[in-house]
């Protein structure tokens, strides 16, 4: 009777599967060892489980890394371009190195069935501790995002405000609250590529969007160039015609004060630099 029992106890723990190379992997359920394994993970699987060991762990983490790399691709495709799939691989390997800790393989689970929400949550933890938004705010987006696309396929053109806050059932008002809420907190990499052109075939990064506010360096050599035949024109000048433009364009004085500094009325002085004025202008005008 009691021989009998130990041979079903030993069959429920041992499971061949069907199939015509079957025979060579065979599995024993234990308190170490998760079903559906071959003996060569469950003898990785059992030198972890029962003595903690350290390169055990390691293989076992090779192992499944592949696991790791699937969740973070499934979760990738609901975040912008902008989030890097090997963060998030990185974020879900501690998922995996928990879960191999709390596994229980006498439960009798698969490992990947308890592997796969913990690494998946590892991962959206992760990604929740670095955003600072608000998730009030991040399902507006979400959802003005999705009308936006709705729209658009709908409509085959871009939505006026006025449709998608139909769409969205809220005023103009409150659509444009809500805009501006995201607008403060939507941040953008440079690198990042967008679509334009007419057929949105061509990719450009951000950055090069950007209009450049530095001195273009063929706008510096024609500065240069203005500058030098300016001065070679005011030095064709009388000296006291030099003297008042000087004293007026780039000492700053009135006509009035530089009057008192020549010892001439106001009027004298408005005549020599409306004088020198239009010698300039006709000496600029040829060289052109």
């Known amino acids: 009777m009691a021989t009998a029992k130990k041979a079903t106890t030993a069959a429920r723990q041992t499971r061949t599967p069907k199939g015509a190379g079957a025979a060579t992997a065979t599995v024993t359920a234990s308190a170490t060892v998760p079903p559906q394994v071959d003996d060569a993970l469950g003898a990785i699987w059992h030198a972890f489980k029962s003595s903690a060991d350290d390169e055990a762990r390691e ?14 691709s499934r979760v990738a495709t609901g975040l912008p371009s902008s989030v890097e799939q090997s963060d998030l691989v990185s974020y879900g ?58 729209l658009e396929a709908m409509l085959k053109r871009q939505p006026t405000e006025k449709e998608l806050a139909e769409r969205l059932g809220v005023s103009l008002s409150e659509l444009h609250e809500v805009i501006t809420q995201i607008s403060f907190v939507s941040v953008l990499a440079l690198d990042e590529t967008i ?27 024609e500065s240069q160039e203005t500058r030098g035949l300016l001065a070679a024109a005011i030095n064709s000048l009388s000296e006291r015609e030099k003297i008042v433009v000087t004293l007026y364009y780039f000492e700053g004085l009135t006509l009035a004060e530089i009057g008192g500094i020549l010892g001439v009325t106001e009027s004298r002085v408005c005549q020599i630099h409306t004088k020198a004025v239009g010698l300039l202008r006709n000496q600029l005008t040829e060289v052109d």
């Open 195 to 221: 679509s334009v052109g007419q057929d949105r075939g061509e990719q450009v990064s951000l950055i090069d969007t950007l209009a450049d506010k530095g001195l273009d360096p063929t706008q510096g050599v």
């Open 59 to 72: 293989q076992l983490i090779l192992h499944y890394a592949p696991l790791v790399k699937y969740v973070a």
């Open 93 to 150: 390997m501690f998922g995996l190195m928990d879960a191999l800790q709390k596994f229980e393989p006498g439960r009798g689970n698969k490992f990947e069935t308890y592997a796969i929400p913990r690494i998946k949550g590892a991962i959206i933890d992760e990604l929740r501790a670095m955003d600072w938004v608000p998730r009030s705010v991040r399902f507006k987006q979400r959802e003005i995002e999705k009308a936006l696309a709705d």
